[in-house]
């Protein structure tokens, strides 16, 4: 849970942060009422601990801001003062309890989880999920009577997840709720303690309690429902017990006949599984004393052998090949070791590898040329379908920067082999690959109707309207016409893997009916959406000009004004004009949709409302609405913050600095004779490296740093609470991973690039973006006058 803690008393601040964060809380501290206010704008918190009495903006006016606001958080007011009336002013500015100084802590403590199960199901301080019970009074896990030992964060996420069970939290949102703004991580990282926390659930005996909701994060899955008690025939158990004790398979058993019977079927796929782990193992092996190769390339490497052995591990146990299953567990418990197993961990895989093979029947009739083709992969498994050498060749090269070596296929036999073997996201699909259209048409539609869960991209050198609209109405997601860069198809991939999910957005929504309100409120709430749920038209518009939201919802018939007028006056207003407006309305007749979009509707949506068509339609108009911000807002070669965009969020941070006594960076980066790139190369390969450098850029460093292109070769970067120090020696070691990236000439021929870099740090430097600037530039050119290829500070 996320506190804010608003008190301008030193001492008493840091016993509050100090005991909150000893009860697993995240908090939030702010000195005076206008620091606490601007968290509060950028932050989203699960409850306030606020002074009565604090500078520049005092408790009372600062609830009283907070309601008018919308904002519903509960606010705890701290008060020296046992006045009745002060209590009185308190609860009716806003506040939700009060507590006398001085504070008794195991009382604050007690009052902080009465408030924040309100609006939870549950009434016991405990909460439960099947065999899992989490006590916030103590700070302790138990599942199945036995306790979890949880790192601090591993409880917090936990917590967060149970109490907001029908939400889904994206990997932004969990960072925003479980991180301060100063010690924010990498998504990476946030995947790292979800994954631990799973593994740790796991060893406790239970299993897929936090669900991945592909493209938008994590949820908690339904509570398990208490099984039937039935009872099972002995002669069918006792058989499913004979087929798990490590015997070999017996045909005799109708039970352990049908497994061996599935096994046949699969054995190839599970062989196959081994030679592909026993192949990342080499890899791992390889690397593991070679001081050169990027960190982030063996995780991915590691992250796909960890993936095999794992499913190996379930799988075999499941076959009745108990000793295969233990053994594959033994290679998963090695590849966790943290961060990275080193070679002597790794030395003793092998031949568990060997003993893995030899307890399956039929490991000697595996295809070794299959084997010989299996490859580790990223984070998604990608396909690509296509007999384009140089197209392929130029694709598996742009790949590399992320780490990924997707899957080739030239052939549609080919293709449907690879399928089989693996659990392929994404396909990336020329249609005319067998040189005739109509197969390569049949192909997708097959792929599309039989794997529903894939992406399929089309790209290829057929565009036409007539091949674009049949590739799309049979399930392709993208028509790429070639010619196409690499970097393109990446950037498409990429969206289409949900890398680009849409942020936690607010929702104003007006209606006089309550029952409406609160089907939005059920239907909307668990995706994570802010809500602002309104049935009086006149507080609609406070709410509206106050915090403009993402997304309006408004009914057509309602007292004093109709929702057709308030379309009006919203669509007139120039502050307000470009936010998308939805109609929900129990009219169908044709006169009174054509009203709706004349007066400015994005869409109408009749009553009832069904669940999925609406969260759908809002999707779909956010997504447009976002997209139009990024034109605004993004460099589209790069995939960074234009100039203007980076220099709004540098002020953020330098105001953020400011308040928070710490420093920030300011970087310019620019990339060494540029110009002979492109007159020798031609700019499209220029164009290449500007976008190989953008991605280096967004992998190194974290999501709340500012990184911009300023415009042709010059790039930005602003990094939060570091040093000059310490921001050169990271772009320094950014710099060493870039220079060693190969790019492809016009000749196929390989060639490096470099960058030379300056960096200045606020407030040493200056309190402004021009002043930063200005020094930064000037130890840019110090970079350049002394031989390029390097960074330096003022």
């Known amino acids: 849970m996320k506190i804010l803690v608003v008190e301008d008393d030193a001492g008493l601040a840091e016993i509050l942060d100090h005991t909150l964060k000893q009860h697993h809380y995240q908090t939030e501290m702010a000195t005076d009422g206008e620091a606490g206010w ?80 309100r609006g939870q199901v549950q009434t016991s301080p405990l909460i439960t999920w099947g065999q899992v019970t989490l006590n916030p009074t103590s700070c302790e896990v138990l599942c199945q009577e036995k306790r979890l030992h949880l790192t601090g964060k591993e409880y917090a996420l936990l917590e967060l997840l149970l109490r907001h069970r029908h939400r889904i939290f994206s990997l932004n949102t969990l960072i925003d709720r479980l991180w301060s703004f100063e010690k924010m991580p990498s998504e990476n990282a946030v995947r790292t303690h979800v994954k631990s926390l799973r593994r740790k659930l796991r060893q406790g005996g239970v299993e897929d309690m936090i669900e991945t909701v592909y493209g938008l994060g994590y949820r908690l899955r339904p509570e398990p429902v208490a099984p039937s008690p ?35 079927r699969h054995q190839s ?68 070791v943290t961060p990275l197993p080193n070679g002597q961990h790794l030395q003793q895989l092998p031949s568990v ?61 080919e293709s449907k082999e690879l399928l089989q073997q693996h659990n392929i996201d994404i396909v990336l699909l020329d249609i005319n690959v067998t040189g005739v259209l109509s197969e390569g048409m049949a192909l997708l539609l097959e792929l599309t109707q039989l794997q529903p869960q894939l992406s399929v991209i089309v790209a290829t050198d057929q565009d036409s309207l007539r091949e674009r609209a049949t590739a799309l109405r049979a399930g392709a997601k993208s028509f790429l016409p070639k010619p196409v860069a690499a970097a ?126 609406l969260v759908a339609r809002i999707l779909n108009r956010l997504e447009r609405v976002r997209l139009l911000r990024t034109l605004a807002e993004v460099d589209q070669l790069t995939g960074l913050s234009q100039r203007h965009q980076s220099v709004k969020d540098f002020n953020r941070l330098l105001k953020l600095a400011d308040r928070q006594q710490t420093t920030l960076c300011f970087a310019l980066l620019d990339l060494d004779q540029f110009k002979a790139v492109n007159d020798y190369h031609g700019h499209d390969v220029g164009d290449q490296v500007l976008k190989t450098l953008g991605d280096y850029l967004r992998k190194t460093f974290r999501g709340e740093d500012v990184l911009a292109r300023w415009g042709g070769e010059e790039f930005v970067v602003g990094l939060y609470g570091i040093s000059k120090d310490v921001a050169v020696q990271r772009l320094t070691m950014l710099l ?35 002043s930063l600037y200005r020094v930064a530039d000037k130890a840019l050119y110090k970079a350049k006058a002394a031989g390029r290829n390097q960074v330096l500070s003022s």
């Open 38 to 117: 601007q968290c509060i704008e950028l932050f989203e918190y699960d409850l306030v601990l606020l002074d009565l009495y604090l500078p520049k903006l005092d408790g009372i006016s600062f609830c009283r801001k907070l309601r008018t606001s919308g904002y519903a958080v509960p606010v705890l007011l701290m008060t020296a003062e046992d006045a009745l009336a002060s209590k009185v002013t308190g609860l009716d500015a806003g506040a939700d309890d009060y507590i006398i100084k001085p504070l008794d802590l195991d009382e604050l403590l007690a009052r902080m989880r009465a408030l924040l199960r």
């Open 230 to 264: 039935e009872p099972v025939a002995p002669t069918k158990y006792a058989s499913l017990e004979r087929a798990r004790s490590g015997a070999a398979l017996a045909p005799q058993d109708p039970v352990v006949a049908s497994l061996k019977t599935i096994w046949e």
């Open 269 to 336: 796929k599970y062989l196959d599984l081994i030679e592909s782990l026993a192949q990342s193992v080499q890899l791992l092996q390889d690397k593991a004393f070679d001081p050169s190769t990027a960190i982030a390339q063996n995780q991915l490497e590691l992250a796909a052998a960890q993936k095999v052995a794992h499913r190996l591990k379930g799988a075999l146990g499941s076959f009745g090949f108990t000793t295969a299953s233990q053994l594959a567990a033994r290679i998963e418990q090695v590849l966790l």
């Open 353 to 413: 590898i060997e003993q893995l093979r030899q307890a399956l029947p039929g490991s000697t009739t595996v295809n070794s040329h299959r084997a010989s083709q299996l490859r580790g992969s990223g984070i998604h498994q990608w396909l690509i379908i296509d007999n384009d050498i140089d197209f392929v060749d130029n694709l598996i090269h742009e790949a590399s920067v992320w780490g990924v070596q997707p899957w080739v296929a030239s052939t549609v036999h």
């Open 488 to 613: 393109q198809v990446l950037k498409t991939l990429i969206h289409h893997l949900g890398q680009t999910t849409l942020p936690a957005a607010s929702i104003l929504a007006l209606d006089d009916d309550p029952q409406i309100l609160e089907c939005l409120d059920a239907i909307l709430r668990p995706w994570g959406f802010q809500l602002t749920l309104v049935s009086d038209p006149l507080k609609f518009w406070d709410s509206l000009e106050q915090a403009p939201p993402d997304l309006m919802i408004l009914d057509i018939e309602m007292p004093d004004f109709n929702g057709l007028e308030m379309c009006q006056v919203i669509r007139n207003d120039p502050a307000l004009h470009q936010f998308p407006i939805l109609f929900l309305s129990g009219h169908t007749e044709p006169d009174i949709v054509r009203r709706v979009f004349e007066v400015g509707a994005d869409d109408y949506l009749s009553k009832p409302i069904i669940g999925p068509e």
């Open 736 to 770: 060493q991973t870039f220079r060693q990236h190969g790019f492809l000439g016009d000749t196929k021929s390989l060639f490096h690039v470099s960058f030379s870099g300056g960096v200045a740090e606020y407030p040493q430097h200056g309190k402004d973006v021009q």
